[in-house]
């Protein structure tokens, strides 16, 4: 890939010489698609209302794509270059350029800044490229064979849970691990299950279903249904963890922000020899009631920090579903900050 700058007229350009009609085109997009979401990205404040304006506009010519910004604008244009190289290089390496690789590049050119030129390395597992730079350390850890509990904390859709059943499945496979147990906390039916109809993994299965959902993404269902039958990949509520040792396992303990102090304690202390284990919960959501503390709230405050223990905290910068769901959390967690403000002015003045 050859590279082009000029400057002249008070504006500067920058072009980008791709090496054939198919790498362009993938970096492109279909009608130029890329190419408009990263020159999103650079939408100027107060452009919102009426015909928006950029702080880098980009287009295509052949198998050319070139930048253009205001003179004011060079660490802009730098930024953007750097996204453009990191879907060629993507695409140089024989792999599609779907949206998700496009605001990947544009989430690590925010991480990144100035401080590393050219192109990003897109990561991915279990078919998904990661977003974030935090999703990439959380992958980290979670492939890290001397990370052995990795709590992933944050707002729901910053990937978690599908991320940890994504390298399950990854370890699993490799023979790392000899099977999978999942576990969560049934708050609704107060870890009551014996009632209900069905065996055990019946009984807790509405519980799991967006792990279901996501182990289904990995491995198909024939595939799925068999590893559950030879009891590979197992399901058990917390209540039916007490007494187990789970050795050579890959456990999975998802909505933990819903696990007292004690069943904390009781699930963390479950580890075997050659076993790891990923939390994941949001410690802002807790189902429980609200005198009793939440289990993994406290057991952040004890464990952060020690050998062999990786917390990954995800923000709404993290979410990777809709792009309103990052605002419809941000409204509600500045709703709550005024509601506690609130509350606190009132204590005072009384």
């Not at 707002?155 to 370890?171: C, H, R, S």
């Amino acid at each position: 890939m050859s590279e082009n700058e000029t400057n002249g007229g008070g504006a500067l350009e920058h072009v980008i010489r791709l090496e054939t009609a198919e790498i362009a085109q993938a970096v492109c997009g279909p009608l130029h698609r890329n190419l408009a979401l990263i020159q999103e990205d650079f939408r100027e404040a107060g452009a919102a209302r009426g015909k928006p304006r950029y702080g880098v506009v980009l287009d295509a010519q052949g198998t050319d794509v070139r930048l253009r910004a205001g003179a004011e604008a060079a660490e802009s244009l730098k930024r953007a270059s750097a996204i453009v190289e990191t879907l060629a290089a993507h695409a140089r390496a024989g792999k599609g350029v779907a949206d998700q690789d496009v605001r990947a590049a544009i989430a690590f050119s925010h991480a990144g800044g100035a401080e590393k030129d050219g192109p990003h390395s897109l990561q991915r597992i279990g078919g998904l490229t990661l977003r974030t730079p935090r999703q990439a350390h959380y992958v980290e850890a979670l492939r890290d064979d001397g990370v052995d509990l990795i709590f992933g904390v944050g707002p729901a859709g910053t990937g978690k849970t599908f991320l940890a059943v994504a390298a399950a499945v990854e370890a699993l496979k490799a023979e790392r691990v000899a099977r999978i147990v999942v576990t969560r906390p049934a708050v609704e039916a107060g870890e009551k299950l014996g009632y209900l109809p069905g065996d055990l993994a019946e009984k807790v299965d509405p519980y799991l279903q967006p792990i279901w959902d996501a182990f289904r993404s990995q491995m198909g269902e024939t595939d799925l249904r068999n590893r559950r039958e030879r009891r590979v990949i197992e399901v058990a509520p917390l209540a039916f963890m007490r007494g187990r040792t789970l050795a050579d396992a890959f456990v999975i303990v998802d909505e933990a922000q819903n696990a007292t102090v004690l069943q904390m304690k009781m699930v963390l202390t479950r580890l075997g020899e050659g076993s790891r284990m990923v939390v994941t919960g949001d410690p802002s959501q807790s189902d429980l009631p609200r005198a009793e503390q939440s289990g993994l709230a406290h057991a952040l405050s004890i464990l952060e920090g020690l050998p062999g223990v990786e917390v990954i905290r995800f923000a709404t910068q993290d979410v990777v579903r809709h792009r309103l769901v990052a605002r419809i959390i941000e409204a509600y967690d500045e709703d709550e900050a005024r509601r506690r403000a609130a509350r606190e002015g009132g204590r005072s003045d009384g």
